[in-house]
């Protein structure tokens, strides 16, 4: 299927250190989604962009969060700073539009000590 | 609000039989899309199948079959003649039509035996 790329696939930062997480999706991909996956739990959303603009946030999605895609480049979600409990893996999708399916990477594991 | 709830932690089953997942959602919208996600142990999570609740036939893609009872909830995930490499964490998910926000279960662990 669609790929979706994530680099790096591991990162270890100290905690208040700015890390930023990139992904590519897959090019001809509209939307793109930032999700959250503590060990062994589910994933949860963080957020949702299209069109150079947050669509829509949970409320994990905190203060110190940012995404962009400048330039139609990588899509990243920058941390700045970091807390202990960011740590988690951060996995990035992609859909065509908003009623297509989301396609995953296979997620940046951050370990913030 | 929206929930999506995957009862079973764990199943164990041995190859080349049958297994069905179950899964349950709540929503108040008429119109929603309902997903089977796969994470294996490497971490990647694939995309297996899709229902969207205007359709009444179950979808199927290769060994893959959904169970779709809209009355009940329900989307449960059939696997016919199980493989050893069908090991997983299996996550089934839903969106609203109108909210482009993917809400994932707790995910079921399967285990496939020789």
């Known amino acids: 299927g669609p790929k979706v790329l994530q680099i790096p696939s591991h990162q270890i930062i100290d905690m208040g250190q700015m890390v930023t997480l990139n992904c590519d999706p897959v090019?001809?991909?509209?939307?793109f989604y930032w999700y959250k996956q503590i060990l062994g739990q589910q994933m949860e959303f963080l957020v949702n962009?299209?069109?150079?603009?947050?669509?829509?946030k949970s409320k994990l999605f905190k203060d110190q969060f940012s995404v962009e895609r400048p330039d139609g480049s990588y899509f990243t979600l920058k941390i700045q700073p970091t807390a202990l409990e960011d740590s988690a893996v951060y996995f990035c999708?992609?859909?065509?539009?908003?009623?297509?399916?989301?396609?995953f990477g296979s997620g940046t594991r951050l370990t913030v000590l | 609000a929206q929930k999506v709830t995957q009862t079973q932690t764990s199943i164990s089953v041995v190859e080349k039989t049958t297994v069905t997942m179950d899964c349950v959602y709540e929503t108040r919208d008429s119109s929603y899309f309902l997903f089977w996600y796969k994470q294996t142990a490497s971490g990647e999570i694939v995309f297996l199948i899709r229902q969207d609740s205007y359709k009444k036939e179950n979808a199927t893609v290769g060994h893959y079959s959904l169970n779709f009872q809209k009355p009940k909830s329900s989307i449960g995930l059939i696997i016919t003649a199980t493989q050893i490499e069908d090991s997983a964490v299996y996550f089934c998910?839903?969106?609203?039509?109108?909210?482009?926000?993917?809400?994932f279960g707790s995910g079921t662990k399967l285990t496939v035996e020789p």
């Open positions: 998910a839903m969106r609203m039509s109108n909210y482009n926000v993917l809400y």
């Open positions: 962009f299209y069109n150079g603009k947050v669509m829509e």
């Open positions: 999708a992609s859909s065509f539009d908003s009623a297509e399916t989301l396609y």
């Open positions: 090019s001809n991909h509209l939307y």
